[in-house]
């Protein structure tokens, strides 16, 4: 089982990142996504959350739209578009992955699988 995620980079405040975290090792069409990150200094949080099909989404109020969460079943991969970013959107971000329909998006026991992160870097 494998998710790595990649596309962080440093971007100024006001610009965009597309992230994307590809699967592979599990039938990726059986799980929800979700999108967490960590802060220095802070615990993990949750980003944004989708279901098997892509039709059920959650996001954090924090990033409600700006961020958008879709996922191509065909290719195995979730993206997370990140616009409009913020200094306090800098943060590793990680993909994983829950079997079925989580309770809850948000919750990270109901995710199993866990990608390696990618950092983001808002500038001011």
């Known amino acids: 089982v494998q998710l790595q995620a990649s596309g962080g980079g440093s971007v100024e405040a006001g610009g965009s990142r597309r992230l994307s975290c590809a699967a592979s090792?599990?039938?990726?069409?059986?799980?929800?996504m979700s999108w967490f990150r960590r802060a220095p200094g802070k615990e993990r949080e949750f980003v944004a959350g989708?279901?098997?099909?892509?039709?059920?989404?959650r996001y954090a109020d924090a990033v409600k739209g700006r961020f958008t969460i879709a996922r191509d079943n065909a290719k195995n991969v979730v993206y997370l578009d990140a616009n409009s970013l913020k200094p306090e959107d800098t943060a590793t971000y990680y993909c994983?992955?829950?079997?079925?329909?989580?309770?809850?998006?948000?919750?990270?026991?109901?995710?199993?699988?866990w990608g390696q992160g990618t950092q983001v870097t808002v500038s001011s």
């Open positions: 090792g599990f039938p990726f069409d059986s799980y929800a």
């Open positions: 989708i279901n098997w099909s892509g039709h059920s989404i």
């Open positions: 994983a992955a829950a079997v079925g329909v989580p309770q809850d998006y948000s919750d990270p026991q109901w995710f199993i699988y």
